[in-house]
């Protein structure tokens, strides 16, 4: 199982940036894919989740209505599309796949990751 993502980089408060999680390898049913950040100093936060079965998502409270996550699955791909950027968005992004797990944001559920993409906003 791999994941990859990318798409981080440095944007001004109210931007864009859409992550990408390219995932390869899996044998599972069913599985969420997991986006979470740290920020320096900060314990790792859950931002939002979908379920590779039914496609349901979720997000932490933080980022809803902001953050958007899609999955196409004809490119094994998920991507987290985010709007109206905030310096406290300032992080290290990563995605992650939690297997027989319908939708999580805890990160002990998860038991792949990918390497992680920074995501920087100023003010």
């Known amino acids: 199982v791999q994941l990859q993502a990318s798409g981080g980089g440095l944007v001004q408060a109210g931007g864009s940036l859409r992550l990408s999680c390219a995932t390869s390898?899996?044998?599972?049913?069913?599985?969420?894919i997991g986006w979470f950040r740290q920020a320096p100093g900060k314990e790792r936060e859950g931002v939002s989740c979908?379920?590779?079965?039914?496609?349901?998502?979720s997000y932490a409270d933080s980022v809803k209505g902001r953050f958007t996550i899609v999955s196409d699955n004809a490119k094994n791909t998920v991507y987290l599309q985010m709007n109206s950027l905030k310096p406290e968005d300032t992080a290290v992004y990563y995605c992650?796949?939690?297997?027989?797990?319908?939708?999580?944001?805890?990160?002990?559920?998860?038991?792949?990751w990918g390497q992680g993409t920074q995501v920087t906003v100023s003010s």
């Open positions: 979908i379920s590779r079965g039914d496609g349901s998502t």
């Open positions: 992650a796949a939690a297997p027989y797990v319908r939708r999580s944001l805890s990160d002990y559920e998860y038991d792949y």
């Open positions: 390898g899996f044998t599972f049913d069913d599985y969420a």
